[in-house]
C-alpha cells in the first residue's frame, strides 16, 4: 500500500483507475491541471467543470482532489521558450500536446512531495507518446518516485470500464462512444482515432472545434499585428493592434492594455485566427516508441506565432545564424516530441535561443483569411535588411565592382573540379 | 575583338548591351532560352515572342541569335532533383530563378563551344544572385571561357540607356517604368525592387501576375490527386486524377494522357493551382553576396508538388530518414540559391536522395481553396504507417508492455542527470 | 519445440545455452563465424579452432553445426562502406565490434531459412549493443523469424553457468575466470569489465593482446603507402609500398601481388601497425539502451585505414563537401552503432559516399611510430590543391585584388550588425 | 593624409609598410601584441625582444609605438571559450593563428580609438586568411574604420623590399631567406611555404621549433592530470599534479599554486607536452579565400587541453548533447577560421557551450610520450557514468528485462520496412 498522485481527468478512464487503485489498498490524490483546454476559446467558463471533477474525484474515495490552474506557468515555461525555437515537428506540429506533459509531470512530482506519495500514476496506453512525456518527466525530476501506468499494464476495453464503472457507482456522462479521441490545451487542440487512422481520409469536419470551416469563414480579412520585445509578447502600439476584428471586445481590452497578459493574447489569437480557419494541421508522424499514427491538430495561435516570429527572425538574423538554428529548431522539436523535455540539452538550447531574445523586437503583421495566417509586414530596429544596400533604385550604396572580386574568390573551388573533370587523363 | 555569347532577353539592357559590345569590335550571338516564362500560365504564344527577340538581336548586329527551347530539359534536369529535396530555401522559397541560372549558364557553355566564342556575357549588375549563378555555372563547366558583366563594371541607369537607344537605334517597347523587376520561368514567378523594397509594406496586388487576387478566387475548392511513381510525376488512376478543375480541357487532356508530359503538368498546375491563388510567397531573404532583400514569388506548382512530396515522405520513410533529410534538403537549398549547382556536393545529394525514390511511390491528395494547397490524403504500397500498430480500436497488433521497457531505458540518461542534481553536494 | 539457430562461440555461456535449448525439446543448429577474430594477428591458423568448436557443439547433442569464413564478406560489404564514411563512434572508436553484428545476424537469418529453422538465438545479455543489433539485424532481414534472448531473459551467473556444465558434460576449457571480456574481428578488438569498469584506471598492459606495450615497440618507424582507387584499397606502386617493414614476407609478398586481397591487407596492417602500438583506443561512451561503459580497443588497421583516407578526403573533395560530409559520416557512425546497420537511411548514406568514390584516389604514406600513425605525404590526380594557388613563391596564379572585393561583400553582414550596436537608440 | 594604426611586427615586411605610409603623408601608429609568441615555451625573455621592435618603429618615424602585452586577454577571451568548443578545424587544427587575428583586430580598433585614427592598415597579402580575419574583425566593430591592405593591392617582392629597406635606412635583421613563414602565439606554432608547399613532402625537422623530434623525446612518460571546474581550468590536488615532469621548477611552481595562472598553465604546457613531441599537425586545409593550401602546425597544449575536455564531457555530458555538440562545435570551429568570430552566431553558440559549464568539472589524466597525449583516466563528481549499471560485475542494477521491451519497440521501424521488401508485390 503506498500512497499515490493520479493524473485525473474526471473522464472515464481515470475514474476507473481511481476507484481500482483504492481497491487495491492505496490512498489517491487526483490531480486535475487546468492548462486552458476549454478558455483556450470560450473563456474562463471552465472553473466551475474543473470544480465538478474535483468533486467527482473526492466522491469516488480520493483522499484529496487538487486543481492547479497552470496556465500562465504553461505558457511561461514552456510556450515561450517553445516558441523561441519556431517549434514544429517533422516540418508541421507545434507540440501542443507534447509541451504540456513535462508540466504535469512537473505537478505530479510537487503534489507528491506535498502529499508525501512515493508514486504517482497516469492513465496512458503503451502506445502514445505521452507515458513517454510523462514518466521522463517525472524521472527527470525525481527518480525515486515510482511511476504507475497501469492501463499500459493491464488495458482496459471500453465495455470493461463501462462495466467496472456501472458496478463500482462512478457516473457516466456520455454513454455515447465518441468518434475521436481529444485533447487541447492553450497551445492547440490534438484530434485522432477514428476514421482518422486511415490517412487516405480525409479530415470530416466534425473532428474540428476551434477553427471555422470553409463554409463558415467570413468573406473579410482581418489583420492583427504581434509585437515582439526581447522575444517577449509585447502589445503593439495604438490602431495597429488590429485592424478589422471586431466583436473581440473582451479580449480586445484584454489585449490592448499596457502590460500584456501572455495567456489571454494566446486565447484572443486562438479565437481571433481561429475564426478564420487559421492552424488546421493533418500529418503522419512518428510516434517515440517506433510507429507512424496519423494525427490532426488545431493551432490557430500557435500558427500565426511562429510565422510571425519566423518573418522577425529572417529581418533580424544573419544568414549564418538563420541556417544553423534551423538545425536547432529541429533538434528542438524533437527533443520536445520525444519526452526529452528534461534532457540538458534542451536548456543548453534554451541558452542559445536566449542569446538572439534582444534582436526579437519589431512588429509583424500578419493577415487572416480563409484559412491562411500570411505576413504582409515586418519592421524592427534591429533589422539587417538594409534598403541603401539592397535597392535597385537611387540611392545604391552596394559597392558593386567588389562583387567581381567576390565571385572570382567564392568559385575558385568550382575552377579547380572543372579543370580536374576536363582533364583527358581524368576525364 | 572575341567572339561572345550573350545571353539576350530582347529587353532594353540587355540590347543596349549587344549594341555596346558589337561597338567595342565584338562578335556576338544572341542566345534566348525558352524556360517556360509565359505558357507557364497562358500556353505555347510564346513562340511568336521568341522568334520577334530572335529577329531583334539580329536587326541589332548580331552575328547570329539563338533561341533554345530549354522548358523540358529544364524540368528534367533541375527541378525534378531539387523537388527530390524538397527545395525551400529560408523555408520559403522553391528556387525558380535559381534553378534556371545554372541551365541559362550550362547553355551559354554550349553554344560558345558551337560557335568558337571565348567568352559569354550577361547582363546582371554587382548585387544580385543571378551572376554569381551564372559565373560560377560557365566557370563549373569550362573554365576556360571568360565570363564578362558589363553591368556590373559600369552600371548602366535608365535614362543612359534610353537615350543610348534612341541614339543608335534600339527599338524600345515599353517607355514607361514598370513598377518591379520581374523573372519567370515554368517553376516560378519573382518579383522585386519598387515599393516592395520596404519590407513593412504590403504587397500591391499588381505585382502578382499567375496568382489569383482574393477577390478574384472561386467560392469552390478543386481537388487533384499526384501520383508519384519511384519519384517522378504519373499521372493519377481514372477519376481521382482531378474532381472539380472544370475549364482546363486542353490541359486535362494531355495531363490525363497514359505517359505524362511533366512540363506540360508543371504548366498544369501552375494554371489550376494559380487560379486559386495558391504560391504566394513574400520574404526577406539572404542573398549570396551578403545582404538581405525582400523577394516576392508565385510559384503555384511548386508549392503544390513540394507539399505533396513531403506529404508521401512522412508516409514512406523512417524517422531517421526523414530527420536526417530534414538536414540535407537545407543543404541542398543553399547550395542552389549559392550559385553553388555545381558543387559536387550537390551531385552527392542527388544520389542520396535518389536513394528513396523507390519509396517515392504513391497518391497524394491536395485540396486547391483560397490561397492554399492541403494535402487532404496520401496512400503508398510502401507506406510505413500501419493500422494495425497505430489503431486505438479493435485489431490492435501493439505489444503494449513492451513500452514499459522501452521508457525505463530510454529514459536512464535522465535518471542519472536528475540523481546528480539531487546530490546535496552537488546542487 | 521448435528449430533454433543459435549464435555458437564454443564458450561456456553458449555452450550451457545450446544444452539448455535442446532439452527443452528444441532442434539446435549452431551457427559460428570466422570473422578473423585470430588470424587478425596470427594467420590462418584459425581453422582447427573452428574446428574443434563446431565439433564441440555436435558432441553436446547439435542437430547441426556450421562454420561459416564470413571474413571476406565481413570486409567487402561491412567494413569497407564504413571505411568509406569514416566511421568514428564519438570520435574515437572504428565500431569493429558493431560492424560484425549485422553481418552475424544475416548468418543467422540465411541459416535459419536453409534449416527451416522458425528462430534464432543469441547468448547476449541486457545491457550490451550487441543485442540490439542482433536483433535488429534479423528483424530487419526476417521479421517473421523470432529472436531468443535467454541469457537476457535469464541471467547465468559464472558459478550457475560452471555448474550447469559439470553436471551436464559440457568440457570447460579455462576455469580461471578471464580478467576481461573480449571480442575480436579483422576490423578491432574490444576488451571491458573487470578493473575497466572504473574509467579511473588506467588500462593494464594485459588487457591488450594485438598492440605492443611502449617498452616493446621498436626504435625504429615504419612507412607504408596505401593507395586508394575509386575508393578500394589497390596495391601501392613499387617500391614505395614498404619502406621499413622488415620481416613480413609472408604479408608482405601478398599485399604486393597485383590485386589486392583487401582481407589480407587488413590483417598485414593490423600486424604492421600493431606491433609499433598504433591503435589502442580507451573511452568512455553511451550504449544505445542509455547507459555510459567504459571500453577499451585495438584496432590497428582501422587507425591506419581511416587516418589515410582522411587525409585523402582533405586534398580531393571540396570544402563544402568537406563540411557536409563531417555531418553525414557521424550519423553513419551512430546508425552502425546503434544496431540501425538496416535502416534505409544507411543505404542512402551509402550512395552518397559513393558518390566521392572516384576521387577516392591516390596514395598516402603513413608513419608507423610509438603508438601513432601519422600521414606524412598525400598525393592525388584529383587533388584540389594547386600549388600555383597556394604558393607563397614564384609562379603563382592567385588574383590578390580578387580578395579585396571578396572581403568587402563577405563581411556585410557583420558591418550591419556593428552599425546596428554602435545605433545610441539601440546600444 | 590620414592617421592610420598599423600592426607591425619589426619584420622586413611591416617595416617596409610603415615607411611607405608615412612617405605617402601619413601619421602612423605602430602596434605591436605580445601574446606568448616566444615565451610559449621559452619564458617570459620576450620583453627586450618586443622593446626592440617598439624602438624600430619609433626610429623609423611611427608618430607612436605601442606594445600591448594581451595574453591574458588572449587566454580568456579567445582562447577558453575555443576550448569549451574543443575546436579543431577540419578534425585537425586547434586554430592557434585563427583565434589571434580577432584580438590583434580588437586591438587595433581600440589603438585607433585612443589616438583619434581613422584607419587601420596590415601587411597580410591577398591569399591569406589573416586578411579575412582581421578586416571582419575591424568592421565588426567599428565599420566606421577603413582598413588599409597595402600588400594586397602591391605586392611586396623580398627582392623589392630590400632594396627599398636598403634605400631607406631600415635595419634588416637576417638577410637570408628563412625557409619557412612562422606565426607563434601561445596556442600553437604555424609553419608554412617553401618545399611545405608539396603535400607529399614530409615535413622537414627543421619546420619545428616547439616540439622535439623522434629522436630528441625523452623514454619515460610524464603523466600530467588537468583539473577543471566549472569549465575553467583549476589546479589539480596534491600529487597527482604532475608525476615525472621534472626540471619545470620555475612552471611547477606557479602551476601548483592555489589559484591558475591560466597564461602560465598554457606555456608550461606547451613546454612540458612540446618535449615529447606532442602537437604537430600536418594537413591540407581549405581557406577562406577558397584555396586549400598545405598546413603545419605545432600546439602541444591546445592538444592536451582539447583531449582533456573531450574525455571529461564524454563523462559528464549525455548522448544527446554529445551528439549535438559534435555539431555545434564544428560550427564553432568554422566560424572561427572563417573570420566570423564576430558573428553573433559564434556568441550565441558561447552561450550554448556555457550551459556544460557546471558539469565540466573533475580531473583528466593525461600520459605524455612518444608524440602522443593519451587520456588514461577520467573522474567527475557530475560521471552520468554509472559502475552500478555498466558492471557486468556483481552489484548490476540494470533491469536487463526492460531491454527486451526496449529492443522491441526500438526496432519497429525496421520490422515494417522488412515486411514491404518481403511482400511480393514491392520486391
Known amino acids: 500500500m503506498s500512497r499515490i498522485v493520479l ?26 491541471a487546468n492548462l486552458g483546454e476549454s478558455d483556450a476559446v470560450a473563456g474562463d467558463g471552465a472553473a466551475a ?27 511561461r515555461e514552456y510556450v515561450m521558450p517553445a516558441l523561441a525555437a519556431n517549434v514544429m515537428y517533422e516540418g508541421m506540429y507545434p507540440l501542443s500536446a507534447a509541451l504540456s506533459r513535462p508540466l504535469i509531470a512537473a505537478l505530479l512530482v510537487e503534489t507528491a512531495h506535498r ?16 507515458q513517454v512525456r510523462i514518466e521522463l518527466g517525472v524521472r527527470g525530476l525525481d527518480p525515486g518516485i515510482a511511476v504507475r501506468a497501469p492501463l499500459r499494464e493491464s488495458p482496459l476495453s471500453r465495455p470493461d470500464a463501462i ?22 490545451n492553450l497551445w492547440g487542440r490534438s484530434i485522432e482515432a477514428g ?13 474540428y472545434a476551434w477553427t471555422a470551416s470553409p463554409a463558415a469563414r467570413p468573406a473579410h480579412a482581418d489583420e492583427v499585428v504581434l509585437a515582439f520585445d526581447g522575444g517577449a509578447l509585447r502589445q503593439a502600439q495604438g490602431d495597429t493592434a488590429l485592424r478589422q476584428a ?41 510516434r517515440v516508441i517506433g510507429v507512424k499514427s496519423r494525427e ?37 522539436a524533437e527533443l520536445s516530441y520525444d519526452g526529452l523535455w528534461l534532457s540538458p540539452l534542451r536548456t543548453a538550447l534554451d541558452a542559445f535561443n536566449a542569446s538572439f531574445a534582444p534582436r526579437i523586437t519589431g512588429e509583424v503583421r500578419v493577415r487572416l483569411h480563409q484559412g491562411s495566417a ?26 558593386h565592382a567588389a562583387a567581381g572580386g567576390f565571385i572570382t574568390c567564392y568559385g575558385l573551388p568550382l575552377d579547380r573540379v572543372a579543370r580536374l573533370h576536363a582533364a583527358p587523363a581524368l576525364a
Chains 1, 2, 3, 4 share one sequence.
Request: hydrophobic share 45%; glycine share 10%.
Open 246 to 286: 471586431q466583436g473581440d471586445t473582451g479580449a480586445l481590452r484584454q489585449a490592448q492594455g499596457d502590460t500584456v497578459d501572455t495567456v489571454a493574447m494566446v486565447a484572443w489569437l486562438n479565437a481571433v485566427a481561429g475564426r478564420h480557419g487559421v492552424g488546421r494541421i493533418d500529418l503522419v508522424e512518428d
Open 163 to 184: 462495466a467496472y464503472a456501472n458496478a463500482h457507482g462512478i457516473p457516466i456522462a456520455h454513454t455515447a462512444a465518441k468518434p475521436y479521441s481529444i485533447d487541447a
Open 195 to 207: 476514421v482518422l487512422e486511415d490517412p487516405w481520409h480525409g479530415v470530416p469536419e466534425d473532428a
Open 296 to 332: 490532426v491538430y488545431e493551432a490557430p495561435a500557435a500558427t500565426v506565432l511562429i510565422a510571425a516570429r519566423k518573418a522577425l527572425e529572417r529581418l533580424t538574423l544573419t544568414r549564418d545564424e538563420l541556417r544553423f538554428k534551423a538545425t536547432s529548431d529541429q533538434k528542438y
Open 7 to 32: 493524473a485525473y481527468s474526471g473522464g472515464l478512464d481515470t475514474s476507473v483507475l481511481l476507484k481500482k487503485l483504492i481497491a487495491q489498498g492505496h490512498e489517491v490524490v487526483a490531480l486535475t
Open 49 to 75: 467543470e474543473l470544480e465538478a471533477v474535483r468533486a467527482k474525484a473526492l466522491a469516488l474515495g480520493a483522499l484529496d482532489a487538487v486543481v492547479v490552474d497552470a496556465r500562465e506557468r504553461f505558457v
Open 115 to 130: 502529499y508525501g506519495a512515493d508514486a504517482v500514476a497516469h492513465g496512458c496506453t503503451g502506445k502514445g507518446n505521452d
Open 374 to 399: 500570411v505576413v504582409t509586414g515586418v519592421r524592427s530596429p534591429f533589422a539587417l535588411y538594409d534598403e541603401a544596400l539592397a535597392t535597385y533604385g537611387a540611392g545604391d550604396a552596394f559597392d
